[in-house]
């Protein structure tokens, strides 16, 4: 299935805006010469020169190019074929209909969709919008309870998409400058990635929304100083910032729900014509990358004088001092802001579109480019006829290490693949090297038959050379803080590397200073590509803080258990593992059969956690199935919201159950091997970014009970024993009442939220 040549010629003197009518492609006509698409706001069609442009994206064009990416967004990338299918599909619906293409094109101006607050369906009840905003988002409470108090921000009903029901969102009301509700956001309170993908919660604008304005709010008369945000909630954090100042400087914080700058303009048009608002200066306080920049930018050429005062209205860029948005920089506990004129905002643009797609980078495996990288080679770099400086020695080696790193994270899919990879990555991950599970990954990912690795100089302190031209594996080394010089075009230049001449401007304060984190890397070998011999392995081998597969001592099986119960209390919660076998017969029956353990948590009181063992369980059984359930409490916890469905849930807690197991040298038995295969292909159904980061989290939880094992066990017995708090049998009495009260809380907790009416 192709368009041929001759097709794609008369595809494209077809509407743009025909196209979206057919297709019922939501959008808003601004005005006669432009519409504006609903989901992706910053996709502009120009019917008169039948042309678009996705500002975002960089991308522009005609009716073909315009089906091609707009396809390809629904897909994530994944596949052309809807795309080419709605090509063909228009192009002969239009031939076989003799549609008149003038008619066609003025189908668009039929009034859209028109904005009614009142059939926005909204809750009396707010709790969950009021959890979402306070404690994901970390806003103060009063402060929430406020907007909800005057209205300002509301909780919204359950709602059904793409077949899907949807949870409670908070619901942004958009207020034009007479004050009337003329559009809205809606952002999800419940983390999703199968059904929203990268971002992970609903985030859309309510259809029918008028663009011209957004989600504002107003401080002292608010008619002095215009703000602009990407969004509701970095508008809310920013406010929560900088309060004393928005009502010192009668500033109204506007969310233009995107990256497109002219709404700014427009608001502030109505505002002056409509309330005579004297405003002389505009803040753009978009995020601080790339995106961010470029939008800001078009304030850059921005001459305007305010007619009814006759005073220039000044344009400032604000950024976070720390942080890509202003939500993480609240998140962080640090305020302030660095304040640049729009002339500093282009040159920084400029900058920042030559940098390369790795730099900057501080965690390989959330990044979505990743897959893109699997063929890139390290650079050849020509021979230069002056000598290199030590600087630009250290420059091209650093460009080369994180192109390799690059190539080797691109590689993830193996473990989606090849079961017997995932299991050598977990049993590498096991053996207790004190290696981060990022670096674990990277080590496998580039040397997968690793199995004892350390640096050069770490095996020259043991007597062990390394063998002349080995190739070593690229890892991460431990973060560290570098003083850096940033010029006016935004170049960075780490102190050690600066000229004479940089250092004195610095010095001079004519040069920006700052302390940035660098991840610097760092090479290892394995002790294959050593002289080691086998005599030296025993000692060079990590001590196991107890090795059952040799050791099954009662004493020490015991010491092992009450160590991961330990490591529980550490986190707050309580492990009951006598009286409650009637109570885990009541949870349904898995796949596995009955559960042999459960961790519950109160929604009401979501800080009440406890884990619940069945007292028939081996010793083997019982610390297997603890550290199952301590990989649900290291990664799931409502009170940070449901990231994952409940099979990669699942999925996850076993990688990190098989993996503590097998640290203390427990087999964890053909059914757990036999599972492997399983989640290989669970992991398969993520797009491979995803799945690096479900199986990252994974390891890095059982990493930390195994380190803190490590810390407390040697050769089975425990080095410093605490009493441990556990329920006796005598006790039922209490276990029953405990298990009722998570389970009245979460009943309670449910009924609530069906009782939420429209």
Known sequence: ????????????????????DWKGIPYNQNSASEIRMVDHDSLVVRPKLNQFVWNSTGIKGDLVDFIHFYELKKTEGDSKGPAIKNQLAYARYVKGEHIDL?????????????????????????????????????????????LFKQGLIAQGSRYRENDVMQPNSVIFPWRNVSGEVVGGDRQGTQKDFVHHKKRGTTKQVLGGSDTSTGFNLAFGTGDK????????????????????????NNATLLSISGTDAKRGAKYLNEAIAKNNAPINKIVVAFDNDKAGFKAADFYDRFQFKNPVTGEKIVAERQIPVKGKDWNDQLKSGISGFRSLTMSENSKRL???????????????FEDTRATHLSAEKPREYEKETKPKTKAQRRKDNLAKNKVIIQSAIAQVTRYQTDPKSLQKLLDFTATGLDYSARNSMLIHLQRPEATLVKGYKQWAANGIQVNKGETGVKIFGAPVSLKTIVDSNGERTYWRDATPEQKQLAESKKMEVQTIKHFPIQTVFDVRQTDATAAQLPELLPNRPIDLKTDHSPKHLDNAYQTLVKYAEKMKISVIDKGVDDQLAKKPVTWQGQPKGAIMQSKVDPSKRAIYLRSDLTPTDKIHTLSHELGHAKLHDIRRGEQWPTAVKETQAELTGYTISKS????????????????????NTFESQDAGRILREALQASTDVTQYLSDNLSKGEQKAVKTTKLIKPDQSAVVEENYQAFNQTNQKAQTNQKSLKR
């Not at 299935?1 to 979206?20: D, F, N, Q, T, W």
Request: with cysteine; glycine share 4%; proline share 4%.
């Open 225 to 248: 100083t215009l703000v602009l945000f990407e969004s509701p909630v970095d508008l809310l954090s920013y406010a929560q910032q900088n309060h004393q100042d928005m009502v010192k």
């Open 102 to 146: 003038d008619k066609l094109n003025e189908a668009g101006n039929i009034s859209r969709q028109k904005f009614s607050y009142d059939k926005v369906f909204r809750t009396k009840e707010t709790n969950i919008a009021k959890n979402y905003l306070v404690n994901d988002r970390q806003l103060n409470k009063n402060f929430v309870n406020n």
């Open 350 to 364: 400029s900058a920042l579109e030559q940098v390369t797609v790795l730099d900057g980078q501080q965690n390989p």
């Open 1 to 20: 299935m192709r368009i041929s040549p001759a097709e794609r010629v008369e595809l494209k003197k077809l509407p743009i805006k025909g196209y979206c």
């Open 664 to 683: 203390l040298g427990i087999e964890p038995g053909e059914n757990s091997v036999r599972y492997i295969e399983g989640w290989s292909k669970q992991l």
